[in-house]
């Protein structure tokens, strides 16, 4: 899995050292924890959403093809029974090429990567409390819009899904997470 992940940022950053077309930007929206109902099964309060964001840098290539990396945290998910809280939170990178179609100021954009989530599960009982982590790489995708405001500024509408994986305490704990947000990215 490292190895995929070393290749993937190698070849990023071999691609935006060869051009110019730089772009920075930032995100906030929902974010959802899509646990299945019997992860959720003998608790009073299953919180699955909360809110998430990502700080992005890329280079564009053409009008029509760019690549991207992230830093993303998509929140927790919050669970109690009354007696035992826990929460379950990701955050990592994602790496991804990504496929832009222009129409006048407005574009459509799709993208498709790998990233590399640190699943964090955090318990408390009493006065009593423990947590585990677990980190891995998976496929990560997401579609979306954008506006040109200006020539350097531009506001993002997207949606983007990750897989999280806590497959070393149970290998059933594996489920997916969206984000919804809007943002801004500013071309150089």
């Known amino acids: 899995k490292l190895t995929i992940w070393t290749i993937s940022l190698l070849f990023v950053g071999t691609a935006m050292a060869a051009s110019t077309g730089w772009n920075v930007g930032a995100s906030v929206g929902s974010s959802s924890i899509n646990l299945s109902d019997a992860d959720c099964a003998g608790t009073t309060k299953c919180d699955k959403s909360d809110t998430g964001f990502k700080v992005s840098g890329g280079y564009t290539f053409m009008p029509n093809f760019g690549v991207e990396l992230a830093y993303i945290d998509l ?3 919050t669970l109690s029974d009354g007696t035992i809280t826990a929460s379950l939170s990701e955050t990592g990178l994602a790496a991804y090429g990504v496929g832009t179609y222009p129409i006048d100021n407005f574009s459509l954009f799709a993208k498709a990567g790998i990233s590399s989530l640190k699943s964090k599960i955090d318990a408390a009982i009493g006065g009593f409390s423990a947590s585990d982590s677990s980190t891995n ?29 806590f497959s070393d305490i149970s ?18």
């Open 75 to 77: 929140g927790k998910a």
């Open 171 to 188: 290998s059933d704990l594996t489920y997916d997470v969206d984000l919804i947000s809007i943002g801004m990215k500013y071309n150089f």
């Open 137 to 165: 790489t998976n496929f990560a995708w997401g579609i979306g819009a954008g506006y040109t405001i200006s020539k350097n500024v531009s506001a993002m509408l997207e949606w983007e899904r990750y897989k999280g994986d």
